[in-house]
């Protein structure tokens, strides 16, 4: 208890220091609000979260003058414990997850230089800004998740919550279609390797020579968003979360000032130099360059894929296989032949949709790739589409004609149509409780003050007045 008692004294002198910050002539330059646990909640922040909020169109459940802090304070509840438990991210997690951001937002405003226009700053000082917010998102995030990583509900659970639902709560499940897809990759001519090639060799000239270093490079010509900010760096990792051909010749370096040989993978090629060994797992940068893919040679692609298609659509059997297939050529068997997808062609071409909670053949139109979406929204079941060509995972041109297996029109849940629907709702409020409980006992653990001016505030989680 006394050292409890101590700890409380430390706090409250660290609250009226905050509350008391003035400027030279006297008046209050900002102000502490809210305390949780060490942490100090201040009025400026309060402000910067409603601009934000506003510019986005965000909507706050009751006032937001109570409402805004109270989500500052969770959070900052969600952080201290992510401490605790040493969550983790690191800065190649956060440099990609900006970049994701910027990518979208110069697409929402047309380009980078009407995003520094709107923003009024560099992409260097928009990256940096979003630095410290992104990161605290995504420990919040992966605190939540081990939070909940052991839920489950057992079928029983998920009848019994559909039968005492009122009819009008029942909830719309939105059209739900099952793709398959033929890709085709477009043929690289050598004069681009080569190009890309001589880049990356005058790099590690450069590098040997001691003109420049490999971060700077890196930072300058890299093409992987994820390590580009980080100078190429990419933290501990295993072998098994590497591309094969990259983590062959990464795992095999031993001296940190010695670049690799030119390494290719399925994202392009590379150089590498090793950072440091721990254990199983390296740390190493590299600097990714991609061949740029010819005009003409995605038009090849198209006219491959197309005759493909004319194929199925007649059900008449490609020259090249003509006396060793028979039977009526269909769409399946051309995936399972032709297709350089690796992740379909083993599923005669069809697509499936991976996340957190399991693997479905079923895709909501926002959840396919985007030009995928806009195909098939047109198509009727059975259909085959006209080739076309889109940038796959690995961020590479593929040319690709699609078929829509199946479509299900949105419609009212059923448990026996839509049972995982209706488990994923009951998992998600199962979820949403446990965050609950948790944040309200973690209140009752942890030192809060509240300034008198939100003391009548109504706030979701009960226990911020003492």
Same mark, same amino acid.
């Given at each position: 208890?006394?050292?409890?008692?101590?700890i409380l004294l430390s706090l409250v002198a660290v609250a009226s220091a905050y509350a008391d910050k003035r400027d030279s002539i006297g008046s209050v330059v900002d102000e502490v609000i809210w305390v949780v646990g060490d942490?100090?909640?201040?009025?400026?922040?309060?402000?910067?979260?409603?601009?934000?909020?506003?510019?986005?169109?965000?909507?706050?459940?009751?006032?937001?003058?109570?409402?805004?802090?109270?989500?500052?304070?969770?959070?900052?509840?969600?952080?201290?414990?992510?401490?605790?438990?040493?969550?983790?991210?690191?800065?190649?997690?956060?440099?990609?997850?900006?970049?994701?951001?910027?990518?979208?937002?110069?697409?929402?405003?047309?380009?980078?230089?009407?995003?520094?226009?709107?923003?009024?700053?560099?992409?260097?000082?928009?990256?940096?800004?979003?630095?410290?917010?992104?990161?605290?998102?995504?420990?919040?995030?992966?605190?939540?998740?081990?939070?909940?990583?052991?839920?489950?509900?057992?079928?029983?659970?998920?009848?019994?919550?559909?039968?005492?639902?009122?009819?009008?709560?029942?909830?719309?499940?939105?059209?739900?279609?099952?793709?398959?897809?033929?890709?085709?990759?477009?043929?690289?001519?050598?004069?681009?390797?080569?190009?890309?090639?001589?880049?990356?060799?005058?790099?590690?000239?450069?590098?040997?020579?001691?003109?420049?270093?490999?971060?700077?490079?890196?930072?300058?010509?890299?093409?992987?968003?994820?390590?580009?900010?980080?100078?190429?760096?990419?933290?501990?990792?295993?072998?098994?979360?590497?591309?094969?051909?990259?983590?062959?010749?990464?795992?095999?370096?031993?001296?940190?000032?010695?670049?690799?040989?030119?390494?290719?993978?399925?994202?392009?090629?590379?150089?590498?130099?090793?950072? =440091?060994?721990?254990?199983? #797992?390296?740390? *190493?940068?590299?600097?990714? /360059?991609?061949? +740029?893919?010819? $005009?003409?040679? &995605? !038009?090849?692609?198209?006219?491959?894929?197309?005759?493909?298609?004319?194929?199925?659509?007649?059900?008449?059997?490609?020259?090249?296989?003509?006396?060793?297939?028979?039977?009526?050529?269909?769409?399946?068997?051309?995936?399972?032949?032709?297709?350089?997808?690796?992740?379909?062609?083993?599923?005669?071409?069809?697509?499936?949709?991976?996340?957190?909670?399991?693997?479905?053949?079923?895709?909501?139109?926002?959840?396919?790739?985007?030009?995928?979406?806009?195909?098939?929204?047109?198509?009727?079941?059975?259909?085959?589409?006209?080739?076309?060509?889109?940038?796959?995972?690995?961020?590479?041109?593929?040319?690709?004609?699609?078929?829509?297996?199946?479509?299900?029109?949105?419609?009212?849940?059923?448990?026996?149509? =839509?049972?995982?629907?209706? #488990?994923?709702? *009951?998992?998600?409020?199962? /979820?949403?409780? +446990?965050?609950? $409980?948790?944040? &309200? !006992?973690?209140?009752?653990?942890?030192?809060?003050?509240?300034?008198?001016?939100?003391?009548?505030?109504?706030?979701?989680?009960?226990?911020?007045?003492?």
């Open positions: 208890m006394k050292k409890y008692f101590v942490e100090a909640i201040l009025k400026s922040e309060v402000e910067v979260t409603r601009i934000q909020a506003a510019m986005e169109g965000m909507r706050w459940n009751g006032d937001p003058d109570c409402a805004i802090p109270e989500q500052l304070a969770v959070q900052k509840l969600f952080l201290h414990q992510a401490a605790i438990d040493s969550i983790e991210v690191t800065e190649n997690e956060i440099a990609s997850g900006i970049e994701q951001r910027i990518d979208y937002m110069i697409q929402q405003t047309g380009s980078r230089e009407k995003l520094e226009e709107y923003k009024k700053q560099s992409l260097s000082q928009i990256r940096q800004s979003m630095h410290d917010d992104l990161r605290d998102q995504m420990l919040i995030q992966r605190m939540k998740e081990k939070l909940v990583k052991d839920i489950n509900v057992t079928p029983a659970e998920v009848r019994r919550y559909f039968r005492e639902l009122p009819a009008d709560s029942v909830p719309f499940v939105p059209t739900e279609v099952e793709v398959q897809i033929i890709a085709n990759t477009p043929r690289i001519s050598i004069e681009e390797i080569n190009r890309v090639k001589d880049e990356l060799r005058d790099y590690t000239d450069r590098i040997n020579k001691g003109e420049t270093s490999f971060q700077t490079l890196a930072r300058l010509y890299s093409e992987d968003p994820g390590s580009r900010r980080a100078g190429g760096e990419l933290d501990y990792t295993g072998r098994g979360m590497l591309d094969p051909a990259f983590a062959a010749v990464a795992f095999n370096l031993t001296d940190p000032k010695k670049i690799s040989k030119i390494v290719e993978s399925e994202f392009g090629f590379h150089i590498i130099q090793l950072v =440091d060994k721990r254990g199983d #797992k390296i740390k *190493v940068r590299h600097i990714l /360059r991609k061949p +740029v893919v010819s $005009d003409s040679a &995605v !038009n090849a692609s198209i006219a491959f894929l197309d005759t493909i298609a004319d194929y199925i659509r007649n059900g008449e059997t490609p020259k090249q296989l003509e006396g060793l297939y028979v039977g009526t050529f269909n769409f399946e068997d051309a995936a399972t032949i032709f297709s350089d997808d690796k992740d379909t062609r083993n599923n005669r071409g069809l697509m499936f949709n991976r996340s957190e909670r399991g693997q479905t053949s079923r895709f909501q139109m926002q959840d396919l790739p985007s030009e995928v979406a806009r195909v098939v929204d047109g198509m009727q079941v059975g259909d085959v589409s006209k080739a076309f060509s889109m940038i796959n995972d690995q961020g590479k041109t593929v040319c690709v004609i699609a078929k829509l297996k199946s479509r299900t029109e949105g419609h009212k849940a059923t448990i026996t149509e =839509d049972f995982q629907v209706m #488990k994923d709702i *009951v998992m998600e409020k199962r /979820r949403e409780k +446990v965050l609950h $409980d948790w944040v &309200v !006992n973690k209140i009752k653990n942890t030192y809060v003050h509240v300034s008198d001016d939100y003391r009548n505030c109504k706030f979701e989680y009960e226990g911020w007045i003492r």
